[in-house]
């Protein structure tokens, strides 16, 4: 099966850092990567001097697995990003970083991208007053981001009314709790976009 079905916690083992794939459980003290930060498996604690390939390649598994993307759209993607101008990594970052799932995580309407994109596909989220259900939809300048009417009063939702402000949103979007309403003012410029990942190796793996 091309879909990964294990623990997302050993994702972030085998990363060697938090990718944030479980919401508020990963800022808890019951996340296994605070009890065990060493990679998964026998040899886990082992020491090992990895490659200049192991290290591209596991930075773009990490934003894969971040992004919750398969690799035939990411290579897309970075195909797309590296046809634009300016630095490919930023303009990869900038793609990412609009997919409407991200921004309704961003936003703290979602606990995770994953929720995030269960909420889009439910059909909860409109864009420019229309119901919008695939999560991969990217948004642009200017785009009026909604939950739907009807939704509302559902208990995701009111619990991001609740929690507002627990989270910054990014400079780049504005979100009104009081109307479950995100305002895209500009897409992400690489110093907006809060990420640990390190978009030149991706971009050196690629260019092989």
Same mark, same amino acid.
């Given at each position: 099966?091309?879909? @990964? $079905?294990? +623990?997302?916690?050993? !994702?972030?083992?085998? &990363? !060697?850092? !938090?990718?944030?794939? !479980?919401?508020?459980?990963?800022?808890?003290?019951?996340?296994?990567?605070? +009890?065990?930060?060493?990679? /998964?498996?026998?040899?886990?604690?082992?020491?090992?001097?990895?490659?200049? @390939?192991?290290?591209?390649?596991?930075?773009?598994?990490?934003?894969?697995?971040?992004?919750?993307?398969?690799?035939?759209?990411?290579?897309?993607?970075?195909?797309?990003?590296?046809?634009?101008?300016?630095?490919?990594?930023?303009?990869?970052?900038?793609?990412?970083?609009?997919? #409407?799932?991200?921004?309704? @995580?961003? &936003?703290?309407? +979602?606990?995770?991208?994953?929720?995030?994109?269960?909420?889009?596909?439910?059909?909860?989220?409109?864009?420019?007053?229309?119901?919008?259900?695939?999560? =991969?939809?990217?948004?642009?300048? $200017?785009?009026?981001?909604?939950?739907?009417?009807?939704?509302?009063?559902?208990? /995701?939702?009111?619990?991001?009314?609740?929690? &507002?402000? &627990?989270?910054?949103?990014?400079?780049?979007?504005?979100?009104?709790? =009081?109307?479950?309403?995100?305002?895209?003012?500009? #897409?992400?410029?690489?110093?907006?976009?809060? =990420?640990?990942?390190?978009?030149?190796?991706?971009?050196? #793996?690629?260019?092989?």
């Amino acid at each position: 099966m091309a879909r @990964y $079905t294990g +623990a997302d916690c050993r !994702k972030c083992r085998r &990363a !060697k850092m !938090k990718l944030y794939l !479980k919401g508020s459980k990963c800022d808890s003290a019951k996340c296994p990567f605070e +009890a065990r930060p060493y990679p /998964p498996g026998q040899h886990g604690r082992g020491r090992s001097k990895d490659s200049e @390939y192991l290290l591209q390649l596991r930075e773009k598994q990490k934003a894969k697995q971040m992004y919750g993307i398969f690799e035939r759209q990411f290579r897309s993607y970075y195909e797309e990003a590296n046809q634009k101008k300016g630095k490919t990594g930023d303009n990869l970052l900038r793609i990412l970083e609009s997919r #409407l799932d991200n921004v309704v @995580y961003r &936003a703290g309407f +979602a606990k995770s991208r994953d929720m995030g994109r269960q909420l889009v596909r439910h059909g909860h989220i409109m864009v420019n007053g229309r119901k919008v259900d695939v999560p =991969s939809f990217r948004v642009s300048d $200017t785009d009026i981001v909604e939950v739907r009417p009807s939704s509302v009063e559902l208990t /995701p939702f009111v619990v991001a009314r609740a929690e &507002a402000g &627990a989270r910054d949103a990014p400079a780049w979007i504005e979100v009104i709790p =009081s109307k479950m309403r995100i305002l895209v003012h500009s #897409l992400p410029v690489r110093q907006q976009i809060d =990420s640990q990942l390190q978009e030149q190796l991706i971009v050196e #793996l690629y260019s092989k």
